[in-house]
């Protein structure tokens, strides 16, 4: 492809610096399976980086104008939202997007976005010398080596339901290297001091706010319940007008889907464990009855570490994954009901009054491995399967008005206690607040 250049003070990034395997800086290689572990030994192998990063933020001047921008996947959710709200909000700010991939380069390009590589020479003097620095997942969104003294802004990608950070043992997972004196406490350090360079962490809701400053070892004049800028979609326009919308993209996403109804099924991410949520060949038998004879699609979306265990297809399942439609957030209002174990897509779906089903087969020890915030029992109504069988008894039951209601007023439940704005105006906040943090 064609080079993009990116000048700024005469720094040059161009699109042969990207990575096209979408690997992040420091992490494991595209061929082997993401997990905590390898993602933290990464993390100590690149404590030489760290250390010469530090020195060179030390010494080199940021420009309260330039935002360096990024995440994990890619151009969308919250980081397109506060970048567009930061267009709007100040002219004279200076946005540039770090890629990680060519796909990203080009996408940046038909937006007008301004981007470099992320993991070029370039991205990380613009990352050294940026005023700001947001990101989604974490700091690899960005160059992860020049961050030091920049005014972070960590959008996040979800209210937390699983235990995050400093609050889980998962996540701090070195592997065998934990097996060597002081390694343990080394990982959990480095955490501490990372996170603590966060100056801003928005969260939907007041509720929230005790969790990450816990997870992420912050105060809560770090951490805003200034709304999520990655769930303004759920709020824009009439009710009539998202219902719209959001059908047009599944209709798009699942050709030949015609009036059928779509409930989304969407398993978390276990840390490289096997997913024991896969139906087995007679529960997508039964799956394919119940969805046909029902006039629904099961629209199937496994994280994105974990999308190889799923392989089924048919007329009425269908795979949707985050590389066919790299957000979540504009589907849902188009969606008859969402099966889920513990993603935080269910505080975001509570918004549209939908069903939920919830399908945790292994509850006690992911409760016990990762762990979690909110009382199971509390967010699923006291309702929840441990099979398909009862995933696919709630789905028939749904044709009863009474049942569906009751679905209904708990997600409309949840949707008061984890949201406190609904205006859709959340990334303008997120901006504002961050620019009155620089000044």
């Known amino acids: 492809m064609t080079p993009q250049r990116v000048n700024y003070g005469g720094l040059v990034g161009q699109a042969s610096a990207v990575r096209t395997d979408g690997a992040d800086a420091g992490s494991s290689s595209a061929d082997r399976p993401f997990t905590f572990a390898s993602g933290n030994r990464s993390k100590i192998l690149g404590l030489p980086r760290y250390a010469l990063g530090s020195a060179r933020s030390a010494i080199t001047r940021r420009d309260p104008r330039l935002w360096v921008i990024g995440s994990h996947f890619g151009l969308g959710d919250g980081a397109l939202a506060f970048l567009n709200a930061a267009r709007l909000a100040h002219r004279g700010l200076r946005l540039v997007w770090l890629v990680a991939t ?63 950070h400093l609050d889980s043992p998962a996540a701090l997972n070195v592997g065998r290297l934990g097996t060597i004196p002081g390694v343990r406490p080394m990982i959990r350090e480095m955490y501490r001091r990372g996170t603590r360079q966060i100056s801003l962490f928005p969260v939907a809701a007041q509720h929230f706010v005790p969790s990450i400053c816990s997870a992420f070892d912050l105060t809560p004049t770090q951490v805003m319940a200034l709304g999520e800028p990655r769930t303004d979609v759920l709020f824009a326009g009439s009710i009539a007008e998202r219902i719209a919308r959001a059908r047009a993209l599944l209709a798009d996403r699942l050709p030949g889907l015609g009036d059928r109804r779509v409930v989304l099924y969407a398993p978390t991410w276990r840390d490289g ?73 269910l505080f975001d779906m509570a918004v549209t009054g939908a069903p939920m089903i919830f399908l945790a087969p292994d509850l006690e020890h992911y409760a016990a491995s990762r762990g979690l915030y909110e009382n199971y029992a509390e967010i699923t109504g006291g309702r929840w399967s441990t099979s398909w069988d009862q995933v696919l008894d709630r789905i028939e039951g749904l044709e009863d008005p009474q049942r569906e209601q009751r679905l209904r007023d708990h997600s409309a439940s949840l949707a008061e206690t984890f949201h406190d704005h609904h205006d859709g105006r959340n990334a303008e906040r997120v901006v504002q607040q961050v620019l009155q943090l620089r000044s």
């Not at 940046?108 to 010398?129: F, H, K, N, Q, V």
């Not at 960590?154 to 699983?162: A, E, I, M, T």
């Open 273 to 345: 464990e096997p997913d024991p949520s896969i139906p087995s060949p007679a529960q997508w038998a039964r799956i394919e009855d119940v969805f046909r004879r029902s006039n629904r699609v099961l629209a199937v979306r496994p994280h994105p570490l974990g999308v190889g265990a799923y392989r089924h297809s048919s007329d009425v399942v269908r795979l949707l994954t985050a590389d066919q439609q790299p957000e979540s957030m504009p589907l849902l209002w188009g969606l008859d009901a969402l099966i889920t174990d513990y993603s935080s897509m």
């Open 102 to 164: 060519e796909a990203d380069a080009r996408r940046a390009t038909t937006l007008g976005i301004d981007w470099c590589a992320r993991d070029s020479s370039a991205g990380l003097e613009l990352t050294l010398r940026a005023g700001v620095a947001a990101v989604t997942h974490g700091f690899g969104d960005v160059n992860r080596y020049g961050l030091r003294g920049a005014t972070i802004v960590q959008l996040w990608h979800g209210s937390p339901l699983k235990k995050l």
